[in-house]
């Protein structure tokens, strides 16, 4: 039971301190990449300002909820079948976009950084208001099944699954649309466009921001970070589903799966804390918006 409690602990402690931090970081993207029209009208920037107003719903639903069902035993989707199809909803699909949002600003950057003019003509903001539109719409399709096949189960009062064929589809949600596909996409696109910067002596004069494109490649690294050992844990756990486990093993695997489920909430609250730090930039409209006293400070100094 020791690890069982301490399961508990971790994720109540854990969860406060990741909820805190993202309540906070994505506010902060929010303001900064909304205030600024250089960010506003430039397509990567609008992915991430998009993608943390996705974030900021998702901590905000599954972190609290999880908080107070392991932590305190308050399960508010037991009360109701449509909160529970809902909350499921609010689950995959805030999570999912978020994810699409983070392959379109690093697919971006290789476009702007393209020697040639017609790729490069792809990296803008009309086009990427559409897309954000359009992937919204399909992700929300995509929920619908939620709707129909997610149920409390009495008398346990879980909300689960009740379809065996979506149950399979689970398994491809979480190994393939969760981690290794956007993993792949990012890298990949993360790669090209630094081959893109290799082969282009002044990327001044295809005016690419070099601190985006950092902001770019750190967001890439949090993201695999945070992603892949929860994926590698889904597929081991697949993998020995059919395998007997004793009572110690399934507790040492539950507190695996409870630290690295959690690992994965820094892909959604970690995003603001590495622009800062690839940033200079950022960071000086972070400052100036945070704390605009030692701006005008400076001013009479000057």
């Known amino acids: 039971m020791?690890?069982?409690?301490d399961s508990q602990q971790f994720t109540v402690y854990i969860g406060f301190f990741l909820l805190i931090i993202g309540i906070i970081g994505n506010g902060i993207?929010?303001?900064i990449f909304s205030k600024f029209?250089?960010?506003r009208q430039t397509p990567c920037t609008f992915y991430f300002l998009i993608g943390s107003i996705s974030n900021m719903i998702y901590i905000l639903l599954n972190i609290t909820l999880r908080i107070l069902n392991v932590g305190y035993g308050i399960d508010i989707i037991a009360a109701l079948s449509i909160w529970c199809k809902f909350r499921q909803f609010l689950l995959v699909i805030p999570g999912i976009f978020s994810?699409?949002?983070s392959c379109l600003a690093a697919i971006d950057q290789f476009l702007i950084t393209s020697k040639n003019v017609c790729v490069r003509h792809f990296s803008r903001i009309e086009f990427a208001h559409r897309i954000v539109i359009l992937s919204l719409i399909f992700w929300c399709v995509?929920?619908?099944p939620i709707f129909v096949f997610?149920?409390?189960l009495y008398p346990t009062k879980v909300c689960m699954n009740t379809n065996a064929g979506y149950d399979i589809?689970?398994?491809f949600y979480l190994l393939g649309l969760i981690c290794a596909i956007p993993i792949l996409i990012m890298v990949l696109f993360g790669w090209l466009t630094y081959r893109n910067i290799c082969q282009i002596k002044r990327l001044n004069a295809l005016q690419v921001d070099r601190q985006l494109i950092r902001m770019t490649f750190t967001h890439v690294i949090l993201s695999v970070i945070s992603l892949l050992p929860f994926g590698i844990y889904q597929t081991y756990a697949r993998l020995t589903k059919t395998v007997f486990k004793d009572s110690d093993r399934q507790m040492k695997e539950y507190f695996v799966s409870t630290v690295l489920s959690m690992v994965t909430y820094i892909y959604f609250v970690g995003s603001c804390y590495i622009f800062l730090i690839s940033s200079r930039s950022f960071r000086q409209k972070t400052r100036n918006q945070l704390?605009?006293?030692r701006q005008r400070t400076q001013i009479h100094t000057n």
């Open 2 to 5: 020791t690890l069982l409690n």
């Open 99 to 101: 994810m699409n949002l």
């Open 150 to 152: 997610y149920n409390i």
């Open 142 to 144: 995509h929920g619908i």
């Open 37 to 39: 029209r250089t960010y």
């Open 169 to 171: 589809y689970i398994v």
């Open 291 to 293: 704390f605009p006293w």
């Open 29 to 31: 993207n929010i303001l």
